[in-house]
């Protein structure tokens, strides 16, 4: 999947001009990648799509103009995008209650080395960017995390198709294993296709 580019950015006023329509289109879309992970988490899968927003969102938000610092923004915000035979997804840990959720998020230090992708026999460990934080004593409220495809599994993916029922090899899940917080997540048949569409980008 191609990085966003400079080119794709629209200056304020333009964003503004397209926003309403642009944020509903991809409101939509979310709505098929996000996965409910138990009780506690949800995962949003990231396309070119959602992260143009989350770019073009930020820019309003802050009022950032300066062509250094838009760089700065498609630049970190790039790192969602997957590559080549990769998936992406941001991890959310969703609890209301303050001090219910400060007690799970040190309960559950590690966690993102506990999620899986799990397609037909397939376990695909999650990986995320080093924080540089090994010595804290909880894990962080977001996780943004990548899993890297077996080639077998991609293939699969791409092979899915709205017209075709999805095989056994392609019963999709996102799976935590961490000893605080254990659950599996079956993804819809619309988030596969979604999956599939972005491997075939």
């Keep these: ?3 966003i580019q400079r080119n794709e950015i629209l200056d304020l006023a333009s964003y503004e001009a397209v926003r309403e329509h642009f944020r509903a289109r991809v409101i939509q879309e979310k709505k098929r990648r996000r996965v409910q992970v138990g009780p506690k988490a949800s995962a949003l899968f990231e396309n070119r799509d959602t992260v143009l927003l989350q770019i073009q969102e930020m ?3 802050e009022r950032i103009t300066r062509g250094a610092a838009i760089e700065h923004e ?4 790039n790192d969602f995008i997957p590559a080549s035979d990769e998936l992406s997804c941001t991890l959310m840990i969703e609890i209301p209650d303050p001090a219910e959720r400060d007690a799970f998020l040190v309960a559950a230090r590690g966690f993102e080395k506990h999620v899986w992708l ?3 026999p397939h376990r695909v460990r999650a990986h995320g960017k080093e924080r540089g934080d090994e010595g804290a004593d909880r894990t962080t409220a977001v996780h943004y995390l990548k899993f890297a495809l077996p080639r077998s599994v991609a293939d699969e993916l791409r092979a899915v198709k709205p017209e075709r029922a999805p095989g056994a090899g392609a019963e999709v899940g996102l799976e935590v ?3 605080a917080y ?3 997540a079956p993804l819809g048949r619309e988030a596969i296709l979604e999956l599939g569409a ?3 980008e």
Aim: aromatic share 4%; no cysteine; hydrophobic share 25%.
């Design 1 to 3: 999947m191609k990085p």
């Design 59 to 61: 820019l309003r938000t």
């Design 74 to 77: 498609i630049e970190t915000y």
């Design 118 to 120: 799990t397609a037909g």
């Design 177 to 179: 294993t961490h000893p």
């Design 182 to 184: 254990s659950v599996r």
């Design 198 to 200: 972005d491997l075939n």
